[in-house]
T-cell receptor
Framework: DAKTTQPNSMESNEEEPVHLPCNHS???????IHWYRQLPSQGPEYVIH???SNVNNRMASLAIAEDRKSSTLILHRATLRDAAVYYC???????????????FGQGTILTVHP | GAGVSQSPSNKVTEKGKDVELRCDPI?????LYWYRQSLGQGLEFLIY????????KSGLPSDRFSAERTGGSVSTLTIQRTQQEDSAVYLC?????????????FGQGTRLTVV
C-alpha cells in the first residue's frame, strides 16, 4: 500500500483557515487521495477525495499538487467542532486484493483554539 | 437504515470467552471493511469483503479472529478465546462496490473490553 506522511499535530485559531499537508511521494496513477476525520469517541467520517484536480465541497477544499506527490486539505474557517484527527489516505484503484482498501496512518491531530 | 450500524455498542467479556461483533452495512454497499482501534492509536485494518468473499484478510492478527458475511449484507467478526490485548474499539465501514472514487461510511464501533 502506498504510504502517506502527515505532521503529528497542528494548531489553529477559531475562524481562521487551516491547511493540513500530506505527502504521498509513492502515489500511483490509479490511487485516489482521500481525507477522513475522526472526532473524539466517534467513527471516522469522510471529508473529501480527489484524483488529479482540486476539489471543493461543503466541508473543505482539497488542493492536489500537479505531480500528485502531495496534497493539502483546507478548512476555510476552523470551528471548535473541527478539532479532530485528520487522516490522509491513498485508496487503490488498480484492482487486485487491495482495490478500494483504506489504510490509515497516524493522522494529524488538529487543535482549534477559541 | 440510513448508516452503518454496529452492535453491540459496548461489550465486556471475560478472558477466554468467545465474542461476536455485528456490522450492518448501508443497503446496496457491496464492500465492507473491519478495523480495530486500540486506545490512543490509529485504525488497524483487519479484513475486507467484496460481496460475500474476502479478498484481503491480511490484517487478522491471529487465527482466533475470523469474519464472515452472508447474503452480501451483514457481517460478523468473531474473536475466540479472547485475550486482554483484544480490548479495543472495532469499527466497520462500507462503500459502494469498494470503488476508490466513492466515500466509505463508518459505524460508531463496538468497544470491547476483556477483563
Amino acid at each position: 500500500d502506498a504510504k502517506t506522511t502527515q505532521p503529528n499535530s497542528m494548531e489553529s485559531n477559531e475562524e481562521e483557515p487551516v491547511h493540513l499537508p500530506c505527502n504521498h511521494s509513492t502515489i500511483s496513477g490509479t490511487d485516489y487521495i482521500h481525507w477522513y476525520r475522526q472526532l473524539p469517541s466517534q467513527g471516522p467520517e469522510y471529508v473529501i477525495h480527489g484524483l488529479t484536480s482540486n476539489v471543493n465541497n461543503r466541508m473543505a477544499s482539497l488542493a492536489i499538487a500537479e505531480d500528485r506527490k502531495s496534497s493539502t486539505l483546507i478548512l476555510h474557517r476552523a470551528t471548535l467542532r473541527d478539532a479532530a484527527v485528520y487522516y490522509c489516505i491513498l485508496r487503490d484503484g488498480a484492482g487486485g486484493t487491495s482495490y478500494g482498501k483504506l489504510t490509515f496512518g497516524q493522522g494529524t491531530i488538529l487543535t482549534v483554539h477559541p | 437504515g440510513a448508516g452503518v450500524s454496529q452492535s453491540p455498542s459496548n461489550k465486556v467479556t471475560e478472558k477466554g470467552k468467545d465474542v461476536e461483533l455485528r456490522c450492518d452495512p448501508i443497503s446496496g454497499h457491496t464492500a465492507l471493511y473491519w478495523y480495530r482501534q486500540s486506545l490512543g492509536q490509529g485504525l488497524e485494518f483487519l479484513i475486507y469483503f467484496q460481496g460475500n468473499s474476502a479478498p484481503d484478510k491480511s490484517g487478522l492478527p491471529s487465527d482466533r479472529f475470523s469474519a464472515e458475511r452472508t447474503g452480501g449484507s451483514v457481517s460478523t467478526l468473531t474473536i475466540q478465546r479472547t485475550q486482554q490485548e483484544d480490548s479495543a474499539v472495532y469499527l466497520c465501514a462500507s462503500s459502494y462496490m469498494g470503488h476508490p472514487n466513492t466515500e466509505a461510511f463508518f459505524g460508531q464501533g463496538t468497544r470491547l473490553t476483556v477483563v
